[in-house]
């Protein structure tokens, strides 16, 4: 499915649609339609347990609404052996897939100081 990028992804700027490809429950692949751009996406419900509210300027741009189909994933970058990872949590990628549109949401972190920008995946497995 591709979205549109309703707000620039910091460093990434040049990225304005994506494509969002399933590669198991856990991850997902984010192509930047643009460039070379790619990313690994990980469903962080699955990890632990997360929550936020998004803020209105976001809900507005993504048309976001009470039954709109939406998508939470936080970008994680990929080490070998995979417990070396890290995910940024502090940072969801929020989709609309409803309208087709996305953006980077980078979260108040005095307000969610349980999220980090570089957590180790080795944190959450096993648990």
Do not use: H, W
Not at 7 to 20: A, D, M, N, R, T
Not at 31 to 56: A, G, M, Q
Not at 98 to 118: E, P, R, T, V, W
């Amino acid at each position: 499915m591709t979205f549109d990028v309703k707000s620039p992804i910091p460093g990434f700027e040049q990225i304005k649609q994506v494509e969002l490809e399933k590669i198991d429950d856990f991850f997902m692949q984010l192509k930047s339609c643009d460039d070379e751009t790619s990313f690994t996406l990980i469903n962080p419900f699955l990890l632990r347990e997360y929550d936020f509210e998004v803020p209105e300027y976001f809900k507005n741009l993504l048309e976001l609404e009470e039954k709109s189909n939406t998508l939470v994933f936080n970008i994680m970058i990929v080490s070998t052996p995979i417990e070396t990872s890290v995910i940024n949590f502090i940072a969801p990628l929020v989709f609309n897939a409803d309208k087709s549109c996305a953006a980077q949401i980078l979260l108040d972190s005095n307000k969610y100081k349980q999220y980090g920008i570089m957590e180790n995946i080795s944190d959450y497995l096993n648990k």
